[in-house]
């Protein structure tokens, strides 16, 4: 079983996430925080004892009174290390997962983030105009149509659009050029 700590500074980071990608609801935390593993058997009897929260397959639903927060699950594979992220459940989040996996060369960027190129341009058709970034966002830029992870925060920026955030290690991703191949979660 996997066990979840979750500090005030953890529901604020995600409150802000969830604010800027349109996302934002009132999570009432629950005294349910002990959840299987996604390999668990038993899926059905966690997520009817916890029903804040339920899992299928590599997609992780939190529920509140009126909104559903949908999250995909990826993973940046580095040499040494593997890092996780969640994605928004956007349509320019969903045409990013089409392409995976991918393999390329994060370059820094204006010492805030790494960026790569993507093989062709994410659907922005119902995408916000543009969007500030925190430090472990991960946007995508459409005028340039590259990823971006962001180390540092950044201001408003049109064009760029919110598709997730990395779940921890953000100190991977801010020194130098680096390959990496990102994959889904399965």
Not at 73 to 83: G, L
Not at 134 to 145: E, L, S, T
Request: proline content about 4%; overall charge neutral; aromatic content about 12%.
């Amino acid at each position: 079983m996997r066990t979840f700590s979750f500090s005030v500074r953890y529901w604020r980071s995600q409150a802000r996430h969830m604010q800027r990608s349109g996302l934002f609801s009132l999570l009432v935390a629950t005294p349910c925080f002990a959840l299987p593993n996604a390999n668990d058997a038993g899926l059905e009897s966690a997520n009817a004892a916890c029903p804040a929260y339920s899992i299928t397959s590599n997609v992780h639903v939190l529920k509140s009174n009126t909104t559903e927060v949908t999250g995909m699950k990826i993973r940046f594979v580095f040499d040494d290390t593997t890092v996780n992220a969640t994605l928004n459940d956007s349509d320019s989040a969903r045409d990013f997962i089409r392409q995976l996996p991918l393999t390329f060369k994060l370059e820094d960027y204006a010492r805030t983030e790494k960026i790569a190129y993507l093989p062709r341009k994410l659907d922005t058709e119902s995408a916000p105009a543009g969007s500030s970034a925190q430090a472990g966002d991960i946007a995508y830029y459409a005028p340039w149509g590259n990823l971006v992870i962001f180390y540092k925060d950044f201001g408003y920026a049109s064009g760029l659009i919110p598709l997730g955030q990395l779940d921890s290690q953000l100190s991977r991703f801010t020194h130098g050029s680096m390959t990496v191949t990102i994959e889904l979660v399965d």
